[in-house]
């Protein structure tokens, strides 16, 4: 089996940079996928095939890639970002799909 | 608007089962395989199943494997989860998911969830 792995919490102040990491052996041959989850609330979609964002996410999120860790980077935090965030991607054979075990932004 | 509700959760003795069902509205639903994934209280995401656009082929997360059943009902635009066999760490929140239909396995609209709670 495979993993993917994510810091468990990163801590920002607003208005700087937080940069959310995921690793994973796959992730150079699959894309990935970034949610971003409230508390009490389901996942959003903010990044999908590594660095597109879906309609109605502000450009302050991004992603990227290095090898085999992708990274979502949200530029000039603000308070309204403070939420749990999960990687996800899929196996190489077969549609098996994996979470992060999520990472906890605070701002 | 794209929407999908989730129904069907409630508390279950351990070993009995349970259906949930999701309802899937504003788009058009036989053109879109879809997920169910769920979030024990405090933890993180896992992924349980997928089942294609046209109900020709099924997935499961090893931890539910022979145990959990997908379907799909395109005439209603509904997907079902049949849970069989639940044990203590089957309880969580269960999330119905629409596949983004991009190769990847990517979920782009999500319902609220609905809470399953297996007790002994």
């Known amino acids: 089996s495979y993993e993917l792995t994510q810091p468990p919490s990163v801590s920002v102040s607003p208005g700087q940079t937080a940069r959310i990491t995921c690793s994973g052996d796959t992730l150079p041959k699959q894309h990935a996928y970034w949610y971003q989850q409230k508390p009490g609330q389901a996942p959003v979609l903010v990044i999908f095939k590594g660095n597109e964002r879906p309609s109605g996410i502000p450009d302050r999120f991004s992603g990227s890639i290095s090898g085999t860790t992708v990274t979502l980077t949200i530029s000039g935090v603000q308070a309204e970002d403070e939420a749990d965030y999960y990687c996800?991607?899929?196996?190489?054979?077969?549609?098996?799909?994996?979470f992060g075990g999520g990472t906890k932004l605070t701002v | 608007q794209v929407q999908l509700v989730e129904s069907g959760g409630g508390v279950v003795q351990t070993g009995r089962s349970l259906r949930l069902s999701c309802a899937a509205s504003?788009?058009?639903?036989?053109?879109?395989?879809m997920h169910w994934v769920r979030q024990a209280p405090g933890k993180g995401l896992e992924w349980v199943t997928i089942?294609?656009?046209?109900?020709?082929?099924?997935f499961y997360g090893d931890s539910v494997k022979g145990r959990f059943t997908i379907s799909r009902d395109s005439s209603k635009s509904m997907v079902y989860l049949q849970m069989n066999s639940l044990r203590a760490e089957d309880t969580a929140v269960y999330y119905c998911a629409r596949d983004r239909h991009d190769g990847y396995f990517g979920m782009d609209v999500w319902g609220q969830g609905t809470t399953v709670i297996v007790a002994s």
């Open positions: 089942i294609w656009w046209d109900g020709s082929y099924k």
């Open positions: 504003g788009f058009s639903f036989n053109n879109f395989a």
């Open positions: 996800q991607s899929s196996g190489t054979s077969g549609p098996y799909v994996l």
